[in-house]
């Protein structure tokens, strides 16, 4: 089946550093990908849907300075989470629907600021 | 909008006991219907699916059956092990749209007992 690779898994930083996290679909093209946020013990929250070629699209009450997203390819998306800070320590899941628009979904990468 | 409603937890469960999680869904046309299996510190992996009314998805023991008339998909499985341990989240996507996100339920936590 397909693959949604994403990278890295785990990443501790300083308040105040930037962190970029890569998710990449490894078999199969992926126009459309999508960002997740988790926090413990609770769903997925949308974060923004990552558009190959063009801006991402956010979701009501997330930053888009703060949380940039890249979709420069068929194959690979990154969110960056700028200026960390601990409150923004979470687990964070991209996910790629590919031609028979199943969604296939990253380990995850657990931030730790 | 689609919306996705599931049973809250945690449900603990003795070994070999019998589970059920409800789903329930609310949704324009006609959708595609999930169980997502997320496992400690990973991400989430599918599970089973069921694409049109009365299709029953299976897989490792579980099974769900979509019913249109009550818009449910509840999740069975007969005889649970401690390795069935996780979160497990109910989802449903507009047919044949890859553009979408998934609308997913808040999760249920199962934790099996030996």
């Known amino acids: 089946g397909a693959v949604v690779s994403q990278h890295p898994s785990w990443v501790i930083c300083k308040s105040g550093t930037s962190v970029k996290i890569e998710c990449r679909s490894l078999?199969?093209?992926?126009?459309?990908m999508f960002w997740y946020r988790q926090f413990p013990k609770q769903s997925l929250m949308l974060m923004a849907t990552?558009?190959?070629?063009?801006?991402?699209?956010?979701e009501q009450g997330v930053e888009k300075d703060k949380f940039l997203i890249n979709h420069a390819s068929l194959t690979l998306s990154t969110l960056t989470v700028t200026s960390a800070h601990p409150e923004d320590s979470s687990f964070y899941i991209c996910?790629?629907?590919?031609?028979?628009?199943?969604?296939?979904f990253g380990q995850g990468t657990r931030l730790t600021v | 909008g689609n919306s996705v409603t599931q049973m809250e937890g945690p449900v603990t469960l003795s070994e070999e006991a019998f589970l059920t999680i409800n789903c329930t869904y609310t949704?324009?046309?006609?959708?595609?219907l999930f169980w997502y299996v997320q496992y400690p510190g990973e991400g989430l992996q599918l599970l089973l699916k069921?694409?049109?009314?009365?299709d029953k998805g299976s897989n490792k023991g579980f099974e769900a059956t979509y019913r249109k008339e009550t818009t449910s998909f509840h999740l069975e499985k007969g005889s649970v092990q401690v390795s069935d341990s996780a979160v497990y989240f109910c989802?449903?996507?507009?047919?044949?749209?890859?553009?979408?996100?998934?609308?997913f339920g808040k999760g249920t936590r199962l934790s099996v007992i030996a």
């Open positions: 989802a449903l996507s507009d047919q044949g749209s890859g553009n979408t996100p998934l609308v």
């Open positions: 078999d199969f093209q992926a126009t459309t």
């Open positions: 990552s558009n190959e070629g063009s801006k991402a699209t956010y």
């Open positions: 996910s790629a629907r590919d031609r028979r628009a199943e969604a296939f």
């Open positions: 949704a324009t046309g006609y959708p595609s």
């Open positions: 069921a694409t049109k009314a009365d």
